[in-house]
């Protein structure tokens, strides 16, 4: 059972960026596409970015387009999550994610997830 660990959350003002980690045990990190999904309070958890198990492709929700950028170092066993430009309505808890390809991470197919980190942005 791989366990997923999200660090780097925290309280930033808007228009600041934070960096977003996910740890990934076992040794099948490099065999699956990662993905981050955000929960807002009183509204359902949605997608926010993708990325394949090569790092290759790349997939983010619009409204993170431009902002976000999303990685991977497959020999640390961790996911990243750049976020830039940040908006007081990316307000959210963040979670990590892994699926068997990036396509299916951004259809919400995913297996394990993270305890999640909150992202708190002021105006």
């Known amino acids: 059972q791989v366990q997923l660990v999200e660090s780097g959350g925290g309280l930033v003002q808007a228009g600041g960026s934070l960096r977003l980690s996910c740890a990934a045990s076992?040794?099948?990190?490099?065999?699956?596409?990662m993905g981050w999904f955000r929960q807002a309070p009183g509204k359902e958890r949605e997608f926010v970015a993708a990325i394949s198990w090569s790092g290759g492709s790349t997939y983010y929700t619009d409204s993170v387009k431009g902002r976000f950028t999303i990685s991977r170092d497959n020999a640390k066993n961790t996911v990243y999550l750049q976020m830039n430009s940040l908006k007081p309505e990316d307000t959210a808890i963040y979670y990590c994610?892994?699926?068997?390809?990036?396509?299916?991470?951004?259809?919400?197919?995913?297996?394990?997830w993270g305890q999640g980190t909150q992202v708190t942005v002021s105006s």
């Open positions: 076992g040794r099948t990190f490099s065999y699956y596409a």
């Open positions: 994610a892994r699926g068997p390809s990036a396509r299916t991470v951004v259809g919400g197919t995913v297996s394990g």
